[in-house]
C-alpha cells in the first residue's frame, strides 16, 4: 500500500475500512496541504484487499501487491 501524500487530506475513511486495522493517520507530519496523511503501519501484515484505496475519495491509495 502507497499513499500519495499531497492527494490524502487526512479523513480516515481508509483506516476505518482496513480488515487489518494497519492504516493510520500520521501524528507527526503534514503534507503540503496542512493535513496529517494516511500511512500504513505494517507492509508486511497487509493483504492487498484495496479496501482502502476503495474507500478514499481522492484517490490517494495505491495497491501494489
Known amino acids: 500500500m502507497t499513499v500519495i501524500t499531497e492527494r490524502c487530506k487526512g479523513c480516515g475513511l481508509c483506516a476505518d475500512a482496513c480488515p487489518k486495522k494497519i492504516v493510520a493517520l500520521q501524528k507527526e507530519k503534514r503534507n503540503k496541504?496542512?493535513?496529517?496523511?494516511?500511512?500504513?503501519?505494517?507492509?508486511?501484515?497487509?493483504?492487498?484487499?484495496?479496501?482502502?484505496?476503495?474507500?478514499?475519495?481522492?484517490?490517494?491509495?495505491?495497491?501494489?501487491?
Do not use: H, L, N, R
Open 33 to 65: 496541504k496542512g493535513y496529517f496523511y494516511a500511512v500504513c503501519t505494517s507492509q508486511e501484515s497487509c493483504i492487498s484487499c484495496a479496501m482502502c484505496a476503495t474507500m478514499c475519495p481522492d484517490c490517494a491509495i495505491i495497491i501494489e501487491k
